[in-house]
């Protein structure tokens, strides 16, 4: 079955090319019928509240957390990670729905405004074990979230090095969870759709048991190897353009 990608608003017409670079089929979802012919769903990042006010009216909401706790596989980027969250924290007057099921609680646009984005190098040691390539990825945060707290059952991914102000921390650095997995649910504060480096979208398919035989082909450190003459000979000219 096809991977579904909820496109409300934000960044699903980049997931779905980059689903497209590793041999998967992704679908746009914006009725809760649509759910039902999809194994799998990346909720995409955006503006966290105009997605929720526009779930809401399309009275996705009550659909989106059955199928959380159907088992389905549901990844989060940014936005999407806020919309897992169990609770949110820095959001707006009057807050926002979420769908829930990720046991964190996320701070909303914690690294700041739009003009605060930025790139990072982020050790990933559960993604190169699992996906093959380097040990590190090269994540873009937008705008972005971050996990300040987790439960027992989630595992942290990624971290990135954040500096405090001397009230908050007696160190100058810390770091900051940006990447978790817990159960079926996969979500990253940052946005690898925007990179060319696939292994995130790859790890994600590998949630999924009736994705096996798909992402059987782009598992090895070999596909990672031949990945990006592929995306400069092959990709096809409608893929958005996506940082290097």
């Given at each position: 079955?096809?991977v579904?990608?909820?496109?409300?608003?934000?960044?699903?017409?980049?997931?779905?090319?980059?689903?497209?670079?590793?041999?998967?089929?992704?679908?746009?979802?914006?009725?809760?019928?649509?759910?039902?012919?999809?194994?799998?769903?990346?909720?995409?990042?955006?503006?966290?509240?105009?997605?929720?006010?526009?779930?809401?009216?399309?009275?996705?909401?009550?659909?989106?957390?059955?199928?959380?706790?159907?088992?389905?596989?549901?990844?989060?980027?940014?936005?999407?990670?806020?919309?897992?969250?169990?609770?949110?924290?820095?959001?707006?007057?009057?807050?926002?729905?979420?769908?829930?099921?990720?046991?964190c609680?996320?701070?909303?646009?914690?690294f700041?405004?739009?003009?605060?984005?930025?790139?990072?190098?982020?050790?990933?040691?559960?993604?190169?074990?699992?996906?093959?390539?380097?040990?590190?990825?090269?994540?873009?945060?937008?705008?972005?979230?971050?996990?300040?707290?987790?439960?027992?059952?989630?595992?942290?991914?990624?971290?990135?090095?954040?500096?405090?102000?001397?009230?908050?921390?007696?160190?100058?650095?810390?770091?900051?969870?940006?990447?978790?997995?817990?159960?079926?649910?996969?979500?990253?504060?940052?946005?690898?759709?925007?990179?060319?480096?696939?292994?995130?979208?790859?790890?994600?398919?590998?949630?999924?048991?009736?994705?096996?035989?798909?992402?059987?082909?782009?598992?090895?450190?070999?596909?990672?190897?031949?990945?990006?003459?592929?995306?400069?000979?092959?990709?096809?000219?409608?893929?958005?353009?996506?940082?290097?």
């Open positions: 079955m096809a579904g990608v909820l496109a409300l608003q934000g960044s699903f017409n980049e997931h779905i090319a980059a689903l497209r670079r590793i041999g998967v089929k992704g679908v746009e979802i914006r009725k809760a019928e649509q759910l039902e012919n999809v194994s799998s769903l990346i909720i995409p990042g955006g503006e966290s509240t105009t997605m929720a006010k526009l779930a809401e009216l399309h009275n996705l909401f009550p659909a989106l957390r059955e199928f959380v706790k159907m088992g389905k596989p549901v990844w989060g980027t940014c936005a999407g990670l806020i919309f897992l969250a169990d609770k949110a924290t820095g959001q707006k007057t009057g807050g926002q729905e979420l769908v829930g099921g990720l046991d609680t996320v701070h909303r646009n914690f700041g405004s739009q003009i605060q984005s930025f790139e990072a190098e982020l050790p990933v040691p559960e993604l190169a074990a699992t996906e093959g390539g380097p040990p590190s990825f090269r994540a873009v945060f937008i705008r972005a979230p971050a996990i300040v707290e987790v439960g027992p059952s989630v595992e942290v991914l990624a971290s990135v090095s954040v500096q405090l102000s001397k009230e908050e921390s007696a160190e100058s650095d810390s770091k900051v969870i940006v990447a978790v997995k817990q159960g079926n649910i996969l979500a990253t504060a940052f946005h690898p759709e925007l990179t060319i480096d696939s292994r995130w979208h790859s790890y994600f398919m590998k949630m999924s048991p009736t994705n096996n035989e798909i992402t059987a082909a782009s598992s090895s450190s070999n596909y990672y190897d031949d990945q990006e003459s592929y995306l400069y000979n092959k990709q096809p000219k409608t893929d958005l353009p996506i940082y290097e």
